[in-house]
């Protein structure tokens, strides 16, 4: 072939596959622009830049499983600087001695990632094969992945290194090669020597088709790639610039601003239909790599609930391009005038309400529940987090359940009805379970000190503000917590006083649910109580009201000081003021509570309260810290009912119980209902030594300084229904917690 007649064709197959390219790089770019506004995504550009760096170019996320995380940092690290290959098979069709430079040291890098790439295809393989079998497995990250398609890119890439290496071999037999005689460029020149049998003329002839060969493999890999889920090649960079800083997982959003009067027909509150996500949402959908990660750590999928983080992408991704037409065609994707939120001024009444404004035959498109994202799906997500903090290229899963949450609650009146109990209570009550605020000092009954009550503002000389939370105050064994937490900081001479009555719920398990409303209610009571006391230290026993006070009321107004009790106790730990003295000799594991560990990123602090308990021995269960694996109760699944598979509080309990130790301890009160629920089911069948018993930190820590007995005062067990007095689930939406009754105990 004349040099002439190379080049006609290197430029055609360019030509060709940049055209194909370009027209498809323009529709993603104009599908994903077309999004609704994602506000807040370019105000932190240097951590934007330094996850950029971490993530992308480090591959943090990737490298924590070694095998494949490795096999992607050369893969990913080769196409970088394997791009000088195809500089140079551009500069030989023109010249067929090119060479960037005739430095042997270029020649051995571009070897060296040639075959690091060969080696990760191998890896990539092998995995590939050895979960094959296992593919229509639940238990297989793969699981519902398009296998046939990374086979097919597998097989590309091998084909670029394959072309790249033979053309590169048969320049040393032809003398094109462009560094010398020089063996730094080990794997061209080893395969020179293979090919030296072929002779100058049909090495010249290998030398032209290999520089071809890889030019239409490349073009073909750039197309097949932007057709294909393996999109994320491309457009994972950008999603991982976008996401969410210091990390994806993070507060929710606020809603439109709820205020009737300043609603307008555009509004849109959550996400029902693939009109209402974002821009940064649509960007997430297309940069999914169906790795499974998120799957595999998903707490709802392994109890067998149909909820799959990644299958909720792909299947909304699915949607995405089926509706790409309408979407660029700018077809009505908003709510229509008439669609104002049924829950503005009441919380929204549960399932029952039939048929949605957006129905599947709405001309604006079809609802994305129950039509894209089953109602079963939705309502198993735990808001546990596990899923954003495992994949690697920074998808939000949580925000976007939320949103379709939202969408449900707010706009179709859908959601369980058992949720309805909960919602009334808080907003008629203050609280989950209906007690009312006369119930909220209770705990304090028994203790053998004062604590002071805030009824104006918190006096000069108390420190922190004690926020008991509902579960604190109002649950037995919660309660138990709380006063253990009380009595050491009143040990250590920490000034502290509690709202008492003027407390109330924070708004999480309405957030949660998608009653977004209802949670910017009580923050905006809630941050108005706090504010008008003039707190600016406070101290949280519950997670969740933690992650709501320190992370989401900032967003309403509200900024505080915010610690969690193990926070606050391992300092004094620290500073000598709590002396833990008695041996305890127990073996202890700790349950990392989402909402503290992946949400917050405490894990030390609760087990440096540990670890300074004389006796204690920590042992770690195999999911803990960022893998700790939820107890069910969170995305206000404590409130619903658990029918599908199985119990997600009994999976964790039994992992505890498997480490042999005396005690489950935690640091939330709803993980401690939940594991206590679950460990004593276990013992009533006889499968859990009856010594075994669940406690907050904060109570082993308290053994240690001082014998102490059950507890304090008598108090209601709350249960997880909602209803009073009760450890059950609800049965239905009616009983006597609504009136606020104090049950007898
Ligand atoms: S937040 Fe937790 S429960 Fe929800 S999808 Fe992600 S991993 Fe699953
Ligand atoms: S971890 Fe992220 S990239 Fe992997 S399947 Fe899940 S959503 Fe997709």
Known sequence: MTVDVRIAVGLAITALGLAFVAWRALFLFRLVASGQPAPGRFTDVGAQLKAELMDVFGQRKLLKRPGPGLAHFFTFWGFIVLFLTIIEAYGDLFSPTF??????????????????????????????????????????????????????????????????????????????????????????????????????????????????????????FFVFVLNSKHMHIFVSEPNVLFSRRPKALGPLGTTPDLDPEKMTEDTVFGTGLIGHLTWKQRLDLISCTECGRCQDQCPAWATDKPLSPKLVIMDLREHLFESASGLLAGQPMLPKPNEVPVAVGAAAEGAGASGGANGADAPAGKSLVPNVIAEDVLWSCTTCGACVEQCPVDIEHVDTIVDMRRYQVLIEAQFPSEANLMLRNVENRGDPWGLGSSQRSAWMEGLDFDIPVVDSTIPDDVEYLFWVGCAGALDERARRTTQAIARLLHQAGISFAVLGPRESCTGDPARRLGNEYLFQMQAQQNIETLQSAQVKKIVASCPHCFNSIAREYPALGGNFEVYHHTQLLEKLLEAGSLRPQVRLEQKVTYHDPCYLGRHNEVYDEPRGVLNHVPGVQLQEMHRCRNKGFCCGAGGSRMWLEEKIGTRINVNRTDEALGTGADVISTACPYCLIMLDDATKSRQAEGSAPESVRVMDVAQVLEQSLVAVGPGGGAAPTAGRSGQAGSTDQAEGDSGGAETGEVPET
Do not use: C
């Open 99 to 220: 060479g960037i430079t005739g430095w042997p040291g270029l020649g051995f890098i571009e070897d060296f990632f040639a075959v690091a790439v060969l080696l990760a295809l191998g890896t990539f393989t092998t995995i590939r094969i050895r979960q094959n079998p296992a593919r229509r497995d639940r238990r297989s990250r793969f699981y519902g992945s398009h296998t046939r398609a990374a086979w097919f890119t597998l097989l590309m890439i091998f084909g670029v290194i394959a072309t790249l290496l033979l053309y590169r071999g048969a320049q040393v037999v032809t003398g094109n090669f462009p560094y010398g005689k020089s063996w730094w460029p080990f794997a061209s020149r080893a395969l020179g020597a293979a090919l030296m049998g072929l002779g100058k003329g049909a090495a010249l002839n290998v030398e032209t088709a290999m520089i071809l060969g890889q030019i239409l493999v490349i073009w073909g």
